[in-house]
């Protein structure tokens, strides 16, 4: 990889840790290329994505940022797992870390703020961006639809009492 490569990767890495809401920091030693596979068909259902750097340049893109403190994690064979929604990614990675032993979770960070392994695993079990669009869909629409209903009711009742004396009277 020659310097002009390297400089294109730390960009796109600095890109990465600034934009992503979780980076997870694993280490992968011992996976087989189906395996990684598979952990990146599951990060991509999940709008995650997975990458391998350099831990050298990883740091180097650290270097200034907010999330810089999450670069002791980076030694060893690592491997970036992130996404935009604050959640996504550190589920796909604990599910993954459950489901395979040579995928270990090292740590990671959520804008400024740094997650050990633990901080990893309690943000995984927190809802997604879209769980939690949709049950303050739910909460908003429960009240309007049984407004409705009892809106609908008396006339619904009254039309079904209309009908029974019709019935009766003919």
Excluded: H, W
Aim: with cysteine; aromatic share 4%; net charge negative.
């Amino acid at each position: 990889m020659d310097r002009a490569q390297k400089e294109k990767v730390v960009e796109e890495l600095g890109q990465i840790f600034e934009s992503s809401g979780v980076v997870v920091v694993a280490q992968y030693t011992g996976l087989t290329v189906a395996e990684m596979q598979d952990l990146r068909a599951r990060a991509s259902e999940a709008e995650a994505s997975v990458r391998v750097a350099k831990n050298r340049l990883a740091k180097i893109a650290l270097n200034g940022k907010s999330c810089e403190s999450m670069g002791e994690y980076l030694s060893g064979m690592t491997v970036l797992t992130y996404s935009e929604d604050p959640v996504a990614a550190a589920k796909v990675a604990e599910q993954y870390a459950k489901d395979n032993s040579k995928f270990q979770i090292l740590g990671g960070s959520m804008g400024e703020n740094a997650l050990d392994r633990v901080g990893v695993e309690a943000l995984s079990k927190m809802p997604s961006r879209d769980e939690l669009i949709s049950s303050i869909v739910g909460c908003i629409g429960a009240p309007a639809a049984n407004v409705a209903g009892v809106l609908g009711a008396p006339s619904s009742n009254i039309a079904s009492i209309i009908s029974t004396i019709e019935e009766r009277a003919a």
